[in-house]
T-cell receptor, first 113, second 113 residues
Framework: NAGVTQTPKFQVLKTGQSMTLQCAQD?????MSWYRQDPGMGLRLIHY???????DQGEVPNGYNVSRSTTEDFPLRLLSAAPSQTSVYFC????????????FGEGSRLTVL | TQLLEQSPQFLSIQEGENLTVYCNSS?????LQWYRQEPGEGPVLLVT?????EVKKLKRLTFQFGDARKDSSLHITAAQPGDTGLYLC?????????????FGQGTILTVHP
């Protein structure tokens, strides 16, 4: 009964370092997405995917890359971390690309020093 | 980008009181969703409203979608400490159901025993 699994849960980086946040879902969902959550700003969409091999930018894509080589996995890469990327990151998926309930992971808290 | 404005941003009440949270936009949405998030976890869907004027009840929670489909409200009757959390409204960006889901900034509710 895993649902959406994110790793790591916590990470501290230095400015300029790169890293990958992992996201996997076992529900055979078409749609996967990454959000960041900052105080007072709700959830902002970074990138999303409507199926394997298809990705698109969200509201705040700069500094992040994604790929979707399989239905199950949707990793988020930070190319050169900046303090402005300190945030809590959530991966979410839903069964259909165009509608339905979003299922979220438990979040990954990233601090960039 | 279609914006969703939530009010109030913070709400602190005593157990047994009633409260209403509002989600407003200048744009028409084909549907709106409400999510609840507890500390350290991802948001969880409470309800989806799709028809203008629609009212849905979930135990002590009542959700309403405005006639013009530009706003929604969440009313909690006789709040309990277990209702404490972050409440988020969300709607499809661009007025369609496809792809992106945009979130309001959230309402932090604290219910004191």
């Amino acid at each position: 009964n895993a649902g959406v699994t994110q790793t790591p849960k916590f990470q501290v980086l230095k400015t300029g370092q790169s890293m990958t946040l992992q996201c996997a879902q076992d529900m055979n969902h078409e749609y996967m997405s990454w959000y960041r959550q900052d105080p007072g700003m709700g959830l902002r969409l970074i990138h999303y995917s409507v199926g394997a091999g298809i990705t698109d930018q969200g509201e705040v894509p700069n500094g992040y890359n994604v790929s979707r080589s399989t239905t199950e996995d949707f990793p988020l890469r930070l190319l050169s971390a900046a303090p402005s990327q300190t945030s809590v990151y959530f991966c979410a998926s839903r069964r259909l690309a165009n509608t339905g309930e979003l299922f979220f992971g438990e979040g990954s808290r990233l601090t960039v020093l | 980008t279609q914006l969703l404005e939530q009010s109030p941003q913070f709400l602190s009440i005593q157990e047994g009181e009633n409260l209403t949270v509002y989600c407003n936009s200048s744009s028409v949405f084909s549907s709106l969703q409400w999510y609840r998030q507890e500390p350290g976890e991802g948001p969880v869907l409470l309800v989806t409203v799709v028809t203008g004027g629609e009212v849905k009840k979930l135990k002590r929670l009542t959700f309403q979608f405005g006639d013009a489909r530009k706003d929604s409200s969440l009313h909690i009757t006789a709040a309990q400490p277990g209702d404490t959390g972050l409440y988020l409204c969300a709607g499809p960006a661009g007025g369609t159901s496809y792809g992106k889901l945009t979130f309001g900034q959230g309402t932090i509710l604290t219910v004191h025993p």
